[in-house]
């Protein structure tokens, strides 16, 4: 994949939002970011009809401004609406699975230690989703933050994969993260909860 592609990588989900999720990816698209994941999942999240019927809906945004659309682990939901990729986590679908049903789709894997990183099939996944880099309260079940020195470690041992860094990163500390070798960074709630998104892309 292109490694430019996971720069300004917007994640979101109706439960993130106090406004209709449609405008919120508008204005994200409009203002910058490179990649959207769609992560209908935690308490207040949509479920059945509701939940396909949105993903329907900001996948053809994402297709009307050419923006790759990848789905949050629900393998059923990914050929549904004919998406690009599909991230997953540690204890989701497992990635020998995944690319045996989707050969040509983009895979994200998410890795927050040593053990998961010895223990993941690399050469089946297209970048790896690392963090929490720091606090995050929009995953309910988050791991303790490994900072930037994760994404260091990762990018000493592999320094062609790319790298997206995850979890509680905002405006105010995206570079430190970029700095410390990730291709880009991973944005919820700086994005949905932002009284200016285009301000807040801006700056990342």
């Not at 990649?35 to 207040?44: D, L, M, P, S």
């Not at 009307?64 to 997953?88: C, K, M, Y």
């Amino acid at each position: 994949m292109k490694r430019e592609l996971l720069r300004k990588y917007f994640i979101m989900g109706s439960q993130n939002c106090d406004r209709d999720p449609r405008e919120i990816l508008i204005d994200a698209i409009k203002s910058g970011i490179t990649i959207f994941q769609y992560r209908e999942k935690g308490e207040g999240a949509l479920v059945g009809e509701e939940k396909v019927k949105l993903g329907h809906d900001l996948r053809e945004i994402c297709r009307r401004h050419q923006i790759p659309f990848i789905i949050n682990d629900d393998v059923e939901l990914a050929e549904t609406l004919n998406v690009d990729g599909i991230h997953v986590g540690q204890d989701d679908e497992s990635v020998d699975l995944v690319r045996k049903r989707y050969p040509d789709k983009m895979i994200g894997l998410s890795i927050s230690n040593e053990s998961e990183l010895e223990s993941s099939r690399l050469e089946l996944i297209d970048y790896i989703g690392a963090g929490p880099v720091f606090d995050t309260g929009t995953k309910e079940d988050a791991k303790k933050p490994v900072g930037v020195k994760w994404i260091q470690h990762i990018r000493d041992q592999y320094p062609d994969l790319p790298i997206v860094g995850i979890g509680g990163i905002n405006d105010t500390n995206a570079q430190q993260v970029i700095q410390a070798g990730a291709d880009g960074v991973a944005i919820i709630s700086a994005i949905t909860q932002s009284p200016d998104i285009y301000a807040t892309v801006q700056r990342l």
